[in-house]
């Protein structure tokens, strides 16, 4: 087997057309004739092309079988039927048969021409028989060749399945190892020469390849300093080269007559002796320090004087009365901060213990002390106050308590005045609502709702005499039956003209018509927000007109309490809060189609109020911690509030539109601009507790805020049409005459919608009017 893969290895590197062979090989012994006989043969009768894909992975030699077989076995080796010698024979028919002599017809045409094609190749160019192309070699990877000769035969790869252990015997038995590469486009080994070895060591150590290229050879200037005979360029000179410049004329005059004038001093030699600063002398005022406005000059210690002397005059000398008095007094407090002595020469002085400090320190108070005048700045402090208007020259508002409406025997939450202000609603926790004429006090009406009123609103539509009231899970819908009996009975027409549908809706909230005992005490809808659970778990929503009592066996009700119901200003449309989680808290319901929806898919907080804007189609949503303003006909989000405050508990927008406040739990009542920004425009802290209710004034600049402190604080706050010019908020009026009771103060307030009064609601039991 060694000689075999010695003639495989000389058939691949030993016979390169018009290469020179490196070292003569040794001569074939009759074995290896005779395998090479055979492999010729074997080609000429198209056996290599016999050969299948799976036989030439299996005797590719890119397997490392861990066995030397081909070794061990020299039987098998003679008889060639072993699979381990087949990589061996396949090798040495791709070198053989270039000794063989086989014919092709390349050749002979080369031949019968009487030249070698290929003799004038240089070493340096790719090995010719390898006609790979541009291929890359990583696709025979997988292959036992590693391309084609000229004739279109595959070169196979030379046999690797030595371990590490062969490697290492060869490297130690092979005095060449060191210079041996493995060809890339043949697999075989090659030996570098000694030039070779040369050229990759300069390569390495960062030289030149070329030997004879010199990097440091002299360079030759192209410019010499030497005068030339030739000039560079012959262009003749120009003609303004022989004239006078008018320029540089005028810059010499302007030299002479600056140093006529004295502006331009000669250089004069600098003195060498260096300037010092002497911190103890005084100070010329005419110096350059002292030129300077902000200089203040070094404080100068006092001249000693006869105390300090080594030998005073005896009125200065202290008695021992006098030395205790000095010895028990302060630091501070002492005339002198030493005691007199007398010498009997100036020999005779000791030295002075902390003199060395007392100069340090002194010069530390020179050296570091800030050399600058402060500039005190007089300025009287009621300039500091922003120049705010007269309250007189701001009316008319509300200055005192003209009425107060009693008959309410528990705290009253809410309150609503009629569009033309004639008339009052209020609603109480004793479970009933009272409507009263404004003029006078009296209560015309009371109507008993069976629970608690949290919110009640007077339908702004002047044609419609309506009052919503939310009582517990439920907006009752109830005509007063006051003012204009017209309208009132308009009222009633517009309700009983609806026709319901024969498929009704399903519908978040549920219609139902009131009976005749509730119509007699004015009630004419009920629309419930109640939740209806099965047994099984399932809900069923109160729908259509059909809302009965169901059995207390079969369904169970969960109440929604209503919190707050509001009207749009074309009277169609409530706004109904509920005190639920999920995206129900918020429903609008239609009255004349007596349709309800919720036109939110998801909750951003718990919704603590909401408000119609007055023009545009927009609804402000107030959770704990800002507010929303949706756009009801794009169905989208337009712009996010931050009040900055912890948690908000009222809400009003200005009839124009462009201005919203916020009242919050910790007593700060916020002022938005919605052309500004997001931020608050003004945020005021005039009460002392939470704020319960904010309202703005129809016609009036006038907006107020009720308290737990049992306080109603009124506003002026002037909107002006130019939009560089900023709202004008200024506090006019603080009005009180609610009592405290159970921590709560004022609870709701509202303004007369065509005079500029305001109406409280207290925790009291009393409705008032400031006028």
């Known amino acids: 087997m060694a000689g075999a893969r010695g003639a495989g290895r000389a058939a691949a590197t030993g016979t390169r057309p018009g290469k020179r062979p490196s070292e003569p090989e040794p001569e074939l012994e009759p074995e290896e004739t005779a395998l090479v006989s055979a492999s010729a043969a074997s080609l000429l009768d198209g056996s290599d092309s016999g050969l299948s894909e799976s036989e030439e992975s299996v005797f590719s030699g890119l397997q490392d079988s861990g066995s030397d077989s081909s070794e061990d076995d020299p039987a098998e080796g003679e008889d060639g039927a072993s699979g381990d010698d087949s990589p061996s024979r396949m090798e040495e028919t791709s070198g053989q048969q270039v000794q063989a002599g086989i014919p092709s017809p390349r050749t002979e045409v080369a031949r019968a021409k009487g030249y070698e094609e290929y003799a004038e190749d240089s070493s340096d160019e790719e090995d010719i028989r390898n006609t790979v192309g541009n291929v890359p070699l990583e696709w025979y990877e997988d292959f036992p060749h590693v391309g084609y000769d000229l004739d279109g035969r595959r070169i196979y790869k030379p046999l690797r399945t030595r371990d590490e252990l062969d490697q290492f015997l060869d490297k130690m038995d092979n005095p060449d190892y060191w210079r041996t590469v493995q060809d890339r486009t043949t697999g075989h080994d090659v030996r570098l020469t000694d030039e070779q070895v040369a050229l990759v060591r300069r390569l390495q150590s960062g030289q030149f390849g070329d030997v004879s290229f010199d990097p440091y050879e002299p360079a030759v200037d192209f410019f010499s300093g030497d005068p030339m005979v030739h000039p560079v360029t012959n262009r003749p000179a120009d003609k303004r080269s022989f004239i006078p410049s008018l320029v540089e004329k005028e810059k010499v005059s302007r030299m002479v007559h600056a140093i006529k004038m004295g502006w331009i001093q000669p250089r004069r030699p600098q003195d060498p002796t260096p300037s010092f600063y002497d911190l103890w002398a005084q100070e010329d005022p005419d110096a350059v ?101 007269r309250p007189r020259d701001l009316q008319p508002f509300p200055t005192c308590q003209a009425l107060v409406y009693r008959g309410h025997g528990d705290l009253v939450r809410c309150l609503s ?135 207390q066996l079969s369904q169970r009700r969960f109440l929604q309490p209503v919190t707050q119901v509001t009207w749009h200003g074309r009277g169609d449309y409530m706004a109904v809060v509920l005190a639920t989680a999920g995206h129900t808290q918020v429903l609008i319901h239609q009255l004349s189609r007596r349709r309800s929806q919720s036109p939110f898919r998801r909750s951003h907080g718990q919704v603590q109020r909401v408000a119609f804007h007055p023009v545009r189609p927009f609804l402000l949503v107030a959770s704990q911690r800002g507010v929303r303003l949706y756009h009801l006909l794009r169905q989208e989000l337009t712009k996010k509030l931050r009040p900055n405050c912890k948690w908000v508990s009222s809400l009003a927008v200005h009839p124009a539109g462009d201005n919203v406040i916020c009242g919050s739990y910790d007593s700060k009542l916020v002022w938005f601009d919605l052309d500004l920004s997001s931020e608050p425009y003004r945020v005021l802290r005039h009460h002392k507790k939470a704020l319960r209710a904010v309202a703005f004034h129809a016609r009036y600049p006038l907006f107020a805020s009720g308290s737990d402190d049992g306080s109603i604080i009124v506003c002026h706050g002037m909107v002006y049409n130019d939009l560089l010019q900023n709202p004008l908020l200024v506090p006019v009026k603080v009005l009180r005459g609610h009592t405290l009771t159970r921590d709560l103060g004022v609870l709701d307030v509202a303004f007369h919608p065509t005079q500029p009064w305001v109406f409280s609601s207290g925790a009291d039991g009393t409705v008032r009017l400031f006028t």
């Open 289 to 389: 320090l002292g030129r300077h406005k902000m200089h203040v000059p070094a404080p100068k210690l006092a001249l000693p004087g006869h105390a300090e002397s080594y030998n005073p005059p005896p009125e200065y000398l202290l008695s021992e009365d006098e030395r205790l008095a000095w010895e028990q007094q302060e630091p501070g407090e002492r005339r002198l901060n030493f005691l007199p002595h007398r010498f009997p020469s100036l020999r005779a002085v000791p030295a002075y213990g902390r003199f060395i400090q007392e100069r340090f320190e002194r010069c530390l108070d020179l050296y570091l002390c800030p050399r600058q005048r402060k500039m005190r700045v007089n300025v009287d402090p009621e300039d500091l106050i922003p120049k705010l208007p």
């Open 417 to 551: 005045v009629s569009p033309e202000g004639q008339w009052l609603a209020s609603g109480s926790d004793d479970g009933s609502v009272r409507l009263w004429e404004v003029a006078t006090a009296r209560c015309m009406r009371t109507v008993p709702v069976g629970g608690v009123v949290r919110s009640i609103a007077w339908n702004p539509h002047p044609t419609l005499c309506l009052v919503a009231v939310a009582v517990e899970d439920s907006v009752l819908l109830l005509n007063p039956a006051l003012g204009d009996r017209l309208v009132v009975g308009g009222t009633d027409q517009l309700l009983s003209t609806f026709v319901p549908p024969q498929e009704p809706a399903v519908q978040p909230a549920g219609w139902l018509e009131a009976s005749e005992e509730e119509r007699q005490r004015g009630l004419r809808l009920r629309v419930s927000h109640g939740k209806v659970r099965g047994l099984r778990g399932q809900d069923v929503r109160g729908g259509g007109s059909g809302g009965g009592r169901g059995t």
